[in-house]
Nanobody, 121 residues
Framework: QVQLVESGGGLVQAGGSLRLSCAAS????????MGWFRQAPGKDREFVIA????????YYAESVKGRFTISRDNAKNTVYLQMNSLKPEDTAVYYC??????????????WGQGTQVTVSS
């Protein structure tokens, strides 16, 4: 069982940066793929970014490549999402997610409660 708690959301101007954190509980955190999804008002939830359990592999949605970076600290049971060059279209609720396998990550097993990111133009 893995429980996830996000933090770090807020309001930022276009072009600015934010860093989200996701703290996980559970002894098997280091064996889970971790990542982020987002959902904007009136839109479906979409995949943003993910990182393998070792941190050796990362996966990005085309829309965030070159702007967002994911990292993890298994000793602290925490995954981070660094968001740079933010755009108004990045405005959404961001959800941390975890799953034991990459191939099933899009239907992740564990979810956080979400944190709001708002980018003003």
């Amino acid at each position: 069982q893995v429980q996830l708690v996000e933090s770090g959301g807020g309001l930022v101007q276009a072009g600015g940066s934010l860093r989200l954190s996701c703290a996980a509980s559970g002894r098997t955190f280091s064996r889970h793929v971790m990542g982020w999804f987002r959902q904007a008002p009136g839109k479906d939830r979409e995949f943003v970014i993910a990182i393998s359990w070792s941190g050796a592999s990362t996966y990005y949605a085309e829309s965030v490549k070159g702007r967002f970076t994911i990292s993890r600290d298994n000793a602290k049971n925490t995954v981070y999402l660094q968001m740079n060059s933010l755009k108004p279209e990045d405005t959404a609720v961001y959800y941390c997610a975890a799953d034991p396998e990459v191939r099933t990550f899009l239907q992740a097993t564990y979810w956080g409660q979400g944190t709001q990111v708002t980018v003003s133009s």
